[in-house]
């Protein structure tokens, strides 16, 4: 920075001096004195200028310093609006290096989570190469499908939760209607399996986007299937209460211990029972959370060991003001 530029930036001090020196020199001429002392005038201008100067060429030198310490990142400011800068800059950089670990963060998850998808859709791929080679199961290979489009499914889901609120449309759904439907899909695997399935839910209506909501509830569904022995129930129910709608999904399958419990719901956790009896990637549950949070809605598991596992997606029973909104418009 040179002197000149350095000036610039000094005019308010400048002024100031310009200013004391017409306030001294208009109190000297009205003095009305016969024979005015302008050696004397000259003299205190001569040295209030030389104090300007040297003020001017200190600050010019602190400048200088500062600006060699930027680089270090210890800078000692000159003024306060400098301090309050340094401040806000201090932390503009701990916002971005918190997005940064979060973009990192999210970064590592997606590729956890691609890796994990591709090692889980080779299994059903290889046992298909295999009905190939042998004599075609229909039940099998349609239990193989299946397996495949749950893995698409998820893969596209997953791709779809940062723009999610580009890509919903609040209805009323209704929740007995949705799960028949899932119950269908299913239907050769409750077959294969003769697992029992004991539909008690009640015709009932919520707000939320069904494409999504029928997701949510299929991976629940498909969660008690694959942890269910042959044999087994599901069951179905609904509960209405003054505060909220429920439905659950109750199953007679290996339970979760209460340990991993908590866990569930978190991105990529198997757990005790996805390691032991199935190969999992630990996604299904954590989208289904997700997605139902950012519907309105939620999950709850409660589970015992060994005997059952029950998933309750629980729904806001006040009036959804979007919809209301909506209703109106048409």
Known sequence: MTFLRF????????????????????????????????????????????VLLGFLFVRYRQNLRVMRQMSSGDIDSLTLE???????????????????NRVHDRQNEHYDFIVSWFHEIKTPIAVLRLLQQTEMDANSLREEIAKIENYID????????????QDYDIQKCDLLQISKDIVKTHSKTFISKKIRIDMQADWMEVQSDPKWLHFIVNQILTNSLKYTE?????????????????????????????????????????????????????MGLYL???????????????????????????????????LMLRQQTQ
């Open 82 to 100: 400098g301090e309050l800068t340094r401040q806000y800059l201090d932390e503009l950089k701990v916002q971005h290096i918190r997005e940064m």
């Open 154 to 165: 998820q893969a596209l889901y997953y791709a779809k939760l940062d723009s999610f609120n």
């Open 230 to 282: 042959h044999g087994g129930q599901i069951t179905i129910s609904s509960v209405e209460t003054p505060q909220e709608k429920q439905l659950l999904i109750r199953d007679s399958g290996i339970g979760i211990s209460p340990q991993d419990l908590p866990r569930i719901f978190n991105r990529g956790f198997t757990g005790e029972t996805g390691r032991k009896h199935t190969k999992s990637t630990g």
């Open 7 to 50: 000036l610039s930036y000094e005019k308010p001090y400048i002024y100031l001096y310009m200013v004391g020196f017409l306030i001294t020199a208009a109190v000297f001429y009205a003095d009305g004195s016969d024979s005015p002392a302008w050696g004397t005038f000259f003299y205190a201008f001569t040295l209030i200028s030389l």
């Open 288 to 322: 289904a959370q997700q997605l139902s949070n950012k519907l309105g809605h939620y999950l709850t598991c409660t589970s015992e060991a060994g005997v059952f596992t029950q998933c309750i997606i629980h729904f806001p029973k006040d009036e959804d003001p979007y």
